[in-house]
């Protein structure tokens, strides 16, 4: 397998302005302090995929259309990372999610076979400190990402790396002090990923999630 070769795109510039955007406008917002520390967090999330725009498709594969789908598939997440007592916090995430193609909303034929992808992200996360019980949150991240395509009817795989990018928001409820409950909602996207000898895909996901956050 080859190993990725990470590149920049278009989305690169969109993305990051978004993400200083972000920092800026909630680092505006009144908080109330949070308790300082590092924490651990586990989730799993139920993977929407939108459909593909595929270009580049080689001539090899042949009944292949343009557009194409992904069947919803399961997903993990893990981070570690440290709250501040001004209501932000940061964390490195490695994050992992796959499915299987099926035929676009405009599109005939498909692909017998799948697509996954991981990343490592750098997220940073402002809490709405509010509520005793529960703490809203917002974040974004920006990373890299390793995709890799399997076609059954070619009989191999191909891979390829690229930027990812993502917003999420969701909800921190806690049951013991050194225990949350997180549930949320995460958008996911990255810059094209090209698979020689395959096609070029698009992969953007919706995805909601639960799971558990530990403070040490």
Known sequence: MECPNFKPRKKTAFYTILGFVMAFLLGALPAN????????TLTGSIDM??????????SGLGGVQSNMGREIGLGFNHAIGYQ??????????????GGDFTPGKESSGG????????????????????REF????????????????TNNNAKGDRSDGTLAYQLKRGVDMEFFRKLSLLLGYRYFTTDNPDFTGFFTAESSSHSIEAGVKFHF
């Open 111 to 130: 692909l017998d076979g799948d697509m996954t992808t991981k990343s490592f992200l750098i997220n940073g996360i402002y809490s709405f400190n509010i």
């Open 33 to 40: 302090a949070l308790t300082e520390g590092p924490y651990f």
């Open 134 to 149: 529960y703490t809203p949150y917002i974040g974004y991240g920006i990373g890299l990402a390793s995709h890799e395509a």
């Open 84 to 97: 501040f007592k001004n209501s932000f916090s940061t964390e490195l995430e490695f994050s992992y999610k």
């Open 49 to 58: 995929f939108e459909d593909m725009t595929l270009t580049n498709i080689d």
